[in-house]
Structure formats: structure tokens, C-alpha cells
């Protein structure tokens, strides 16, 4: 049973930055397609940005350029280092498989206030 587990979230002035971390327990991450996604209040649970296992990365337009997609295989966890954060980057984020989501965390909440 995969479990995923989201940290790091808090509240930061725009323009500021913030770390979120995922542990994994019950999947490879070197071998998953991954990815985060966010949802903001009263909206879609949206795509953010994903990483596949060969290591290369792709993320929303929304965020190209400020957000990037890292992992550590020998810790099982995935990371997204969010830099420049604006108000409308402000939701619950989650990380979960890309390709086939197993069940969700609980997520790390996001708050971005200018």
C-alpha cells in the first residue's frame, strides 16, 4: 500500500519561497512518473509539475521558471522548490503518482498573501 505523506507548506509573503517534501513509503520513485498537484479554494485539483524516471522534469506554464521538480531516491521522497510564490499559487498541494494517482495524502497547505 503506497502512502504518500506532504510537508512543508506555510504561509509566505508573494515573492517569497518555500520547500515542499513528499515522503513515499510502498513505491520506487526511480521508477514513477510523479508529479504535485495543487488545488486552490473552490477549484480543480490542477497539475503542477512532474518528473519522470529518467529524471527530466516538466512543469505548468503557471510555474515555469519559478517552480522546480527534484527528487531524492535514497530518502523515497520527491521535493518542489517554489520560488517568486504569488497569491494565486495559494492552495493545498499533493503529490501522487502522474500516470495512475493512488490514493491522495492529506497534503500541506499553501498561503501566499501580498
Known amino acids: 500500500q503506497v502512502q504518500l505523506v506532504e510537508s512543508g507548506g506555510g504561509l509566505v509573503q508573494a515573492g517569497g519561497s518555500l520547500r515542499l517534501s513528499c515522503a513515499v513509503s510502498?513505491?520506487?520513485?526511480?521508477?514513477?512518473?510523479m508529479a504535485w498537484f495543487r488545488q486552490a479554494p473552490g477549484k480543480q485539483r490542477e497539475l503542477v509539475a512532474t518528473i519522470f524516471p529518467g529524471g527530466g522534469t516538466d512543469c505548468a506554464p503557471s510555474v515555469k521558471d519559478r517552480f522546480t521538480l527534484s527528487r531524492d531516491n535514497a530518502k523515497n521522497t520527491l521535493y518542489l522548490q517554489m520560488n517568486s510564490l504569488k497569491p494565486e499559487d495559494t492552495g493545498v498541494y499533493f503529490c501522487?503518482?502522474?500516470?495512475?494517482?493512488?490514493?491522495w495524502g492529506q497534503g500541506t497547505q499553501v498561503t501566499v498573501f501580498s
Open positions: 501522487n503518482g502522474a500516470k495512475k494517482p493512488w490514493a
Open positions: 510502498g513505491a520506487m520513485l526511480d521508477f514513477t512518473t
